[in-house]
């Protein structure tokens, strides 16, 4: 069963390209279905390329690891 520290592992993996640019991701909820709730801190606030990097890389990665997940939202 997928819970909030199997979902912070993975985001790990993603974390060190968010922080080449400026950026980062942290875990708000994981909704009992399947929806991942994140904010994107530092730079990705006001990136207007932070969409892609939501569902290309962050929704993409977790996805790929945990057939559970099934959107991440990004919250403020």
């Given at each position: 069963?997928?819970?909030?520290?199997?979902?912070?592992?993975?985001?790990?993996?993603?974390?060190?390209?968010?922080?080449?640019?400026?950026?980062?991701?942290?875990?708000?909820?994981?909704?009992?279905?399947?929806?991942?709730?994140?904010?994107?801190?530092?730079?990705?606030?006001?990136?207007?390329?932070?969409?892609?990097?939501?569902?290309?890389?962050?929704?993409?990665?977790l996805?790929?690891?945990?057939q559970?997940?099934?959107?991440?939202?990004?919250?403020?």
């Amino acid at each position: 069963m997928i819970n909030s520290e199997i979902i912070s592992k993975t985001l790990e993996k993603v974390r060190p390209y968010l922080k080449v640019d400026g950026g980062d991701v942290e875990l708000v909820q994981l909704k009992e279905d399947g929806i991942v709730e994140v904010r994107l801190t530092g730079s990705c606030v006001l990136c207007p390329m932070s969409i892609m990097t939501l569902r290309a890389g962050i929704e993409r990665a977790l996805m790929l690891e945990h057939q559970e997940v099934k959107r991440v939202e990004q919250v403020r």
